[in-house]
């Protein structure tokens, strides 16, 4: 163990950009993990590495920030929403909405119990006619 250690903090640590300490602090949050083998800290971390590098640049190539040569939240939100590849990351990379919005969805939801799609348009034409 204790050459696998060393190994790891030479050669292959300058391999994955990802600090290994935090991604070992991450997979030992798991009740379910007791050990981590060096080997499987070092895939998880490339793996990782890999996955933020592929969702970064499908986004950045599929998004509008490519005409400003940036990559933005609202490219990575709207990756997770459409492509199916990413819908997992809906929840962690919602569309922004104004909280007002938020806040009226919240109470539509307390109303009718669940938010249904086909009654957004006419409570939307609501609020502008108020506007």
Known sequence: AEMAAARLSGTENRL???PLSRIRVIMK???EVSSINQDALFLTAKATELFVQYLATYSYKHGRG??????TYTDLSHTA???????F???ILPKKILASK??????????????????DEGEEEDDEDKA
Do not use: I, W
């Open 66 to 71: 490519k005409e400003k040569n940036a990559l």
């Open 89 to 91: 990351l809906a929840d």
């Open 16 to 18: 994955v950009s990802l």
């Open 102 to 119: 938020y806040l009226k969805m919240l109470e539509k939801e307390k109303r009718d119990g669940e938010v249904r799609e086909d009654n």
């Open 29 to 31: 949050s798991s009740p």
């Open 81 to 87: 929403e459409e492509c199916e590849t990413f819908q």
